[in-house]
């Protein structure tokens, strides 16, 4: 692949400016400053890394990424009273192209604004589609706080599944535990519109913080704070989409 190619399809900007931080020597790569934008470069290389304007960035050839979403941000790319949680993203994220159009990186599903913990990002839409089909049922758990105090019988109606107003089918925790006395632990399979917080409330109870602590097989790392991002690696990739995940 051309040099201003690679740069340009890591989301850096348009050819003509990509060619123009490579012409003025403001890329390198492996360590290496190249000033000629056609210079060709293997991007089969394992590890192969660039920098532009002295900010190192691996190669990627598809983004996934998990964000520690922190309160306060929707998860939305045209955001209506909070700020996007694709503005916690550095630039070449969110201007990655597909097909050849500027894209970036989008949430896979969506938490609440309030709702804080694991969010999965990403710009291959056969994985935003694999991981947010409601066919698979990738089990994601939460951690809520309610207001009132949990009991055996919420815990049971939680797990035996609860009616919500947009739909006469029950729906169920496939998983369902008290943390301590206001604090529970939810898995769910589905992803209606404020489920955990409209199934709490079914059962009586009030859901005062959400977070979400872990998607199929993949727990948020307890070193990633909130507001942090990092790039999934393959093994973690693996533990979404092979068996212990998405299946
Ligand atoms: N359920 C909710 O109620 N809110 C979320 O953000 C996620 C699941």
């Known amino acids: 692949m051309r040099l201003d190619d690679l740069i340009f399809s890591q989301g850096f900007g348009v050819r003509r400016l990509c060619a123009g931080l490579i012409a003025a020597g403001r890329v390198a790569v492996d360590g290496k400053v190249r000033t000629d934008p056609a210079t060709p470069i293997d991007v089969t290389a394992p590890g192969l890394t660039f920098s532009v304007e002295g900010t190192p960035w691996p190669y990627q050839p598809r983004a996934y990424l998990m964000l520690h979403k922190p309160a306060g941000y ?145 727990v948020l790392p307890a070193d990633l704070a909130p507001g942090q991002w990092r790039w999934l690696g393959a093994r973690e990739l693996e533990l979404l989409v092979g068996d212990s995940g998405v299946g």
């Open 74 to 218: 929707e998860c939305s790319q045209r955001p209506s009273a909070w700020p996007s949680v694709l503005s916690l993203l550095p630039a070449p994220l969110r201007q990655r192209p597909t097909s050849g159009k500027v894209a970036g990186v989008q949430p896979v599903g969506r938490l609440d604004q309030d709702t804080t913990g694991l969010l999965l990002l990403s710009d291959d839409g056969a994985f935003l589609h694999r991981m947010s089909s409601p066919k698979r049922h990738v089990p994601k758990v939460y951690e809520a706080q309610t207001r009132h105090p949990l009991d055996e019988r919420q815990l049971a109606r939680l797990r035996e599944g609860v009616v919500l107003n947009d739909d006469p089918r029950p729906v169920r925790a496939a998983d369902c535990a008290a943390l301590d006395s206001h604090r529970l632990s939810l898995t769910l399979t589905e992803g209606k519109y404020h489920q955990v917080k409209r199934m709490v409330a079914a059962v009586g109870n009030r859901v005062e913080t959400l977070h979400r602590a872990r998607i199929g097989g993949l």
